[in-house]
């Protein structure tokens, strides 16, 4: 079913590179916004000019409550969690989770609880299991999830994690990435409403209002530390990011290799 307009992507070592394959192949005025998390350090990032010039959708980062628009791509700011909520980005400092700041998971469980089956999500290179049990929250909503190939990643421990702990839609290399984007983001086939126009130049619309997809309690634990849950929606607690998963799969260690799931990419139909 088309209509996915929320893509969430999360990344680590050597994401930069696979961010930057990523973006280039997307076209302009593109019916969907894209929300990226990357591991990085405190200091500055220069993460959304390097995607600025690398493609045909503008990139930045956002400020705590700028409202979600398609055609945009949306980079969590050093030092901060970024999660979804009422159709706009939410940013707040919180307790590292998955030893991150930002933390991929925080934003897959929370766009899974706002937009349920309109998100796909990816989960491209990096170290240990970030973005997971948060793949895994969104499949539970109906979205779609999407890994690349751990035999392509500078970093293949993350892919890894996520295809053994998430019932993956799509393994493939970056390559083939687009034109599953592009099937996926067609105008929806009932799901959603139509994108409301503005009257701002250009492609950007603000996307249909989310409605709540959450499945799972509202209680939050109170814990602190690597493991415990970032700032996040209140309908997506620390139970999700570890349902299916091995809790202690955090810890630094040689994760042994999952099957490897290919499919290719269904055709996009010509305009």
């Given at each position: 079913m088309?209509?996915?307009?929320?893509?969430?992507?999360g990344?680590?070592?050597?994401?930069?590179?696979?961010?930057?394959?990523?973006?280039?192949?997307?076209?302009a005025?593109?019916?969907?916004?894209?929300?990226?998390?990357?591991?990085?350090?405190?200091?500055?990032?220069?993460?959304?000019?390097i995607?600025?010039?690398?493609?045909?959708l503008?990139?930045?980062?956002p400020?705590d409550?700028?409202?979600?628009?398609a055609?945009?791509?949306?980079?969590?700011?050093?030092?901060?969690?970024m999660?979804?909520?009422?159709?706009?980005v939410?940013l707040?400092?919180g307790?590292?989770?998955?030893?991150?700041?930002?933390?991929?998971?925080?934003?897959?469980?929370?766009?899974?609880?706002?937009y349920?089956?309109?998100?796909?999500?990816?989960v491209?290179?990096g170290?240990?299991?970030?973005?997971?049990?948060?793949?895994?929250a969104i499949?539970?909503?109906?979205?779609?999830?999407?890994?690349?190939?751990?035999?392509?990643?500078?970093?293949?421990s993350?892919?890894?994690?996520a295809?053994?702990?998430?019932?993956?839609?799509?393994?493939?290399?970056?390559?083939?990435?687009?034109?599953?984007?592009l099937?996926?983001?067609?105008?929806?086939?009932?799901?959603?409403?139509?994108?409301?126009s503005?009257?701002?130049?250009?492609?950007?619309?603000?996307?249909?209002?989310p409605?709540?997809?959450?499945?799972?309690?509202?209680?939050?634990?109170?814990?602190?530390?690597p493991?415990a849950p970032?700032?996040?929606?209140?309908h997506?607690?620390?139970?999700?990011r570890?349902?299916?998963?091995?809790?202690?799969a955090?810890a630094p260690?040689?994760?042994?290799?999952?099957?490897?799931r290919h499919?290719?990419?269904?055709p996009?139909?010509?305009?």
């Amino acid at each position: 079913m088309a209509g996915h307009d929320i893509i969430v992507v999360g990344a680590s070592t050597g994401g930069v590179d696979a961010l930057v394959r990523l973006v280039a192949q997307l076209p302009a005025g593109m019916d969907a916004a894209m929300l990226i998390v990357l591991h990085v350090g405190t200091g500055v990032s220069r993460l959304a000019d390097i995607l600025n010039r690398a493609g045909k959708l503008p990139a930045g980062q956002p400020a705590d409550g700028e409202e979600i628009l398609a055609g945009h791509i949306y980079v969590a700011p050093p030092d901060l969690h970024m999660t979804v909520e009422g159709g706009r980005v939410r940013l707040a400092h919180g307790d590292k989770e998955n030893f991150s700041r930002p933390a991929i998971d925080p934003l897959f469980r929370s766009s899974a609880a706002a937009y349920g089956p309109r998100v796909v999500g990816i989960v491209l290179t990096g170290k240990l299991q970030d973005g997971s049990a948060g793949l895994l929250a969104i499949k539970q909503g109906g979205g779609i999830a999407i890994v690349q190939d751990p035999a392509e990643a500078v970093a293949p421990s993350m892919p890894q994690r996520a295809i053994a702990c998430a019932p993956v839609d799509h393994v493939c290399p970056l390559a083939e990435m687009s034109a599953l984007l592009l099937h996926y983001g067609r105008p929806p086939d009932g799901l959603n409403p139509p994108l409301r126009s503005t009257p701002c130049a250009g492609s950007s619309s603000p996307l249909p209002a989310p409605r709540s997809y959450a499945r799972f309690p509202a209680k939050l634990p109170s814990s602190a530390g690597p493991h415990a849950p970032g700032p996040v929606s209140p309908h997506c607690p620390a139970s999700v990011r570890t349902a299916g998963c091995d809790p202690d799969a955090s810890a630094p260690q040689s994760p042994a290799p999952a099957p490897v799931r290919h499919s290719a990419p269904p055709p996009v139909p010509a305009a």
